[in-house]
């Protein structure tokens, strides 16, 4: 069993910055793509910005140039770096692991508003 601890979500005003990260842990053997996903009420759950084992980085073009996805391979953890945030960055946002299967954590609130 794999378990994903996000952490780093909270309320910011328009333009603030927020560190999200996620840690994976239990039987693990290889993790390949990490990535970042976000949710509203009554939407579909959309990616953000995924990363592969080898670094290749992928982002949606609503937060490119704003988001940064990195990963530290020995600790088993995916970072999410937003900086400019927006209120219509407003949600959940749930990071994912590829692994034996693919994981998903339980969430973190993120609230843009002034």
């Known amino acids: 069993q794999v378990q994903l601890v996000e952490s780093g979500g909270g309320l910011v005003q328009p333009g603030g910055s927020l560190r999200l990260s996620c840690a994976a842990s239990g039987s693990i053997f290889s993790i390949g793509t990490m990535g970042w996903y976000r949710q509203n009420p009554g939407k579909q759950r959309e990616p953000v910005a995924t990363i592969t084992r080898g670094g290749s980085t992928n982002y949606a073009d609503s937060v490119k140039g704003r988001f940064t996805i990195s990963r530290d391979n020995v600790k088993n953890t995916v970072y999410l770096q937003m900086n400019s945030l927006k209120p219509e960055d407003t949600a959940v946002y749930y990071c994912?692991?590829?692994?034996?299967?693919?994981?998903w954590g339980r969430g973190t609130q993120v609230t843009v508003s002034s």
């Open positions: 994912s692991v590829a692994s034996q299967a693919t994981y």
